[in-house]
Every structure is written in C-alpha cells, then in structure tokens.
C-alpha cells in the first residue's frame, strides 16, 4: 500500500515565510512545491462519476417519505457515520450507516440526511461533502477523500442525480440545522460525533431509531429481489466450498473462508458477516470465527457464510456437510433431526403466526429427539417446560432472527413488535442446531464432537412462507449427490 499522508489544510498564508515556493501537506512528509501544487491542478478535463438514476430511487423515495409522516412536524437527521480508523492513517473499508442507506441508497461517508416538514409534506435534503477533484488541492494532498488517492466520488450535483433527492452541501448543514430553532429535532445518534454536537439532545431521538427499525422489517420488492440476489450468490459461494475441500482437507479452514470469501468480493460488496468454517468439533462452537483449525476426512463442515450483494442486502445460510462427501451414521441421525426440526420451522412461518412460533415448532422436535436418543432423560414436554428448558444444553440459540442490510436486522425495534406477529414481507432465518460438545459426559460417545446446524433464509408470504435459499439441498442424499457432482467436474487448482 502507498504510504499515506494525514493532510491539514495546506499553510498558504502570507505570513509563512515559504508561502511563496511551498505548500504544507502534512507531518511526515516534506513540503509540496508551490509549483507542483499550480501544475496538479490545472489542465484536467471533467471526470464525472455515472449519471444514471439509483435503481432504489423510487424505493428510496417512498421510505422517507412513510417516516417523515410517522413524524409529523418534526425534523429528521438521520447522518451515515465516518471512516473508522483501523490502523495509524489507515481506514476500514466503509459501510454506509443501514437506516441512512435505506432512506437513501447512498454509500460515501460523512453525509447526512434531514427530513423536514414542509407544506407539502416531508421535503429530503441530502447532505454530501464537496468533491476533492482537481479544483481544490485535497485533489492529490488528501489521502482520505482526495480523487487521486481514492477515486471519483459523487459530490452534490452529481448525487442529487443519481439519488433523485435535493441535495446540499455538506458545510451548509450546521447553519442549516441552527436556523431550525425547534426541538422538534431528532437525529439519529452514534453515528457522526458532529452531528450529534449539533443537534440538542431530544428523549424522542431513540422514538427515531426504533420507528425506521420496524419500518424496515416489511420489505418491498427491491429489497426482496436484492436478497434473493445475495443469497444466489451465496449458492455460488457453497459451490466454490465444496470444489474445494479435496484441497483444504489437510490444509485447514482457513481455506474454507477464503474461498467463500473471494466469491462475494467478486460478485458482491464483501461477506454480510464473519464467515464461520467450522470443521469437526469446532461446529460446536456457535461463533467459530477464527477458522484456524484443520479439516479432516471423516468429520463435518459445518459452513454458516452469506454474500453481502452491492446494494448491502445480505444472506444468511448455513450447511452442514460431510467433508469426504458421505454422512456417517452417527452424522447422519443428528443430521436428520435437525433437518426435521428445520422443516417443522418453516412450515409455522405464515401471516399472523407469532415470531416465535418456528422457535416452538422446531425447539419440541429437538426435544422429542433428545429424549429418543437417551440423551435427554425427562419426558419431552417437562423438558420444554419454561421451569425446566433442559433441551438447551444442546441448542443454545433461537431459532430466527430478521435478515436485510443487517444480517441481524431491525434490531431496535420493540420486543412487542420483533417478537409479535409475522407479516407479509418480513424476511427471517429458520436455523435450528444440535451442539454436542466433545467433553460433554450426558451425550454418548459416538455424537460427541458433532455440530450440526441448518439454514435458510424465509420470506412471509401472503399465504405462508417461501424459502428464498431452497436452491441449496437440504436433504442428506441430496447433499451427497450435490456434493460429487460437483467434484465430478474437478477439482481447482489454487496453486496452494
């Protein structure tokens, strides 16, 4: 990587004794010549970034506009977030703040949305930052933002083109906001320490965050259609997984989650969230993100990974599968149990049906199950007892969380409304697990060290529910078959 420079604004006083040959461009670093200065910024010819309408726009447009009327007279600030700092003068890749993406589609940092009352009903303004094209020095003196360093950025005029919003600089948003005088104010806060100095605290501001969270749990036929796109690309990425584990087997996970990775840098924005490549016992661990053990012939894969698509929608689907392609029959009993149990989960998802309901249908097949094998010894139904709930030993998690932008989504909604009734719309995960630690004394030997978990991703219908990532088999010969099929075709050659 280039070295990078942290870059005030150049000292071009008169009062500078080297004003006049020099230009400042930061500690570190020497002095810019005033001559290199006038020669990098003249004679360039217009680089405009694309000029075609966002394809949310008409989605985009109709979200701002059902929460400004849910806030009725009051003025929304709703910022995006900054650059987060990974290391020194080096940055994480940034990803847009999720409710200021949803209201916008817009993905550059530092910009803020504000929705006001008007005469008319909510008027949008799009606060962006100016451009660092060749106009102003920050061109080729800013590693951060200037369009050398980082490429073509959308500033004003071109966002309100392709975002169709009114739109303003970002440097007009404090006087703007001051000249409100109301405490009708809200702002979404956490997100910009600026703009939280700017707006008074308000007790309705978390009103705010709650109201966009439960907003978002309804998806239109954009969002639908973006996680149907993340999800086949996921697929892919499955399918890239299996070609290779003839190569990760003796090589380890870490080649698991690269490779699943590289599929959604390819065709996606990045991974919606750590991938978990857990093989063996390591399936046991809900979270096993650091994907730094071995992967073994005989053991399980169990694969929990989603594509984040480039409209930030992402997947959420986990497998489990036998490495050498074949379920041993220890493997393939707790397989079908939880497979069992997934389908009596999604068959409870329906208009009407309580959120919890999948948690229910799949939880009392896991329990029944449980006590078949010796493994639970209380009758199933004391067993689920709310008193009791000894079953959870063995399956720590619910059942279904809500997916979109946030692979873990609308999070801030209230617990009446996350856990009350399913509507049309919603789109949540079926992913029941059985975990059998390997030094757990109340599970016989030979399931010991097996975790198995499945995955979907379920979209409510209007007359029950579709799952959106049935593409994937399920079945455990389906998933054999699958699986040399796809070795039938060659294995890669990953010059590991």
């Known amino acids: 990587m280039s070295e990078t420079t942290l870059t005030p604004e150049p000292d071009v006083s008169a009062e500078h004794p080297l004003s006049e040959h020099w230009v400042w461009v930061g500690p570190h670093r020497p002095p810019c010549p005033r001559a290199l200065f006038e020669h990098m910024t003249s004679n360039w010819d217009v680089a405009e970034p694309s000029s075609e309408v966002h394809p949310a726009a008409d989605f985009t447009k109709l979200r701002r506009r059902a929460i400004g009327e849910h806030f009725e007279g009051k003025t929304l600030v709703i910022p995006t977030g900054n650059p987060k700092v990974r290391a020194n003068d080096t940055d994480y890749r940034f990803r847009a703040g999720t409710d200021f993406f949803y209201l916008t589609g817009c993905a550059e940092p530092d910009a803020v949305l504000v929705i006001a009352p008007s005469p008319t009903g909510p008027r949008s303004t799009l606060y962006v930052p100016h451009r660092r094209d060749h106009h102003t020095h920050e061109f080729f003196t800013d590693a951060r933002y200037g369009e050398l360093w980082v490429g073509v950025r959308r500033g004003v005029e071109e966002s309100a083109t392709y975002f169709d919003i009114d739109t303003a600089p970002l440097e007009y948003l404090e006087k703007d906001i001051a000249s409100l005088k109301s405490k009708d104010v809200l702002t979404l806060r956490g997100f910009d320490a600026d703009v939280d100095a700017l707006v008074k605290e308000n007790s309705d501001d978390e009103e705010l965050a709650v109201a966009l969270s439960e907003q978002r749990l309804v998806k239109d036929d954009f969002e639908i259609a973006q996680l149907q796109l993340a999800i086949h690309y996921t697929v892919k990425g499955f399918e890239d997984v299996v070609r290779s584990l003839p190569t990760a087997v003796g090589r380890g996970e870490r080649v698991i989650e690269g490779i699943f990775n590289l599929r959604a840098r390819v065709e996606g924005n990045d991974v919606g969230y750590d991938t978990i490549a857990a093989s063996g016992s390591h399936a046991t661990t809900l979270h096993w993100t650091r994907n730094d053990g071995n992967v073994q012939e005989g053991d399980l894969l169990l694969l929990d990974a989603g594509v984040e698509c480039h409209n930030l929608y992402t997947a959420d689907v986990t497998r489990t599968m ?12 707790i397989y079908e149990l939880v497979l069992k149990a997934q389908k009596a989960g999604i068959a409870a998802v329906k208009p009407g049906a309580s959120f919890m309901a999948a948690n ?12 078949e094998l010796g493994i639970l010894s209380e009758e199933p139904q004391t067993a689920l007892r709310k008193d009791r709930q000894l079953y959870r030993r063995y399956t720590l998690h619910g059942v279904s969380h809500m997916l979109g932008i946030d692979v873990h989504d609308c999070s801030n909604s209230r617990n009446e409304v ?6 049309e719309g919603y789109v949540l995960t ?6 059998f630690q390997p030094n757990d004394l109340t599970v016989p030997v030979e399931y010991r060290g097996i975790g198995v978990r499945i995955e979907d991703d379920v979209l409510v219908t209007s007359t029950g ?16 078959d699958w699986m040399t099929e796809i070795w039938s075709r060659g294995t890669p050659n990953l010059g590991l």
């Open 322 to 333: 036998p490495i050498n392609g074949s379920f041993s029959p220890a493997q393939r009993r």
């Open 360 to 371: 229910d249908a799949a939880m009392q097949v896991l329990a029944e199950g449980l006590y």
């Open 418 to 423: 996350y856990l009350g009734e399913l509507h």
């Open 430 to 435: 079926v992913e029941p697990g059985l975990y």
């Open 465 to 480: 529910a579709k799952n959106l990532s049935e593409a994937l088999p399920r079945e455990p010969q389906a998933l054999e």
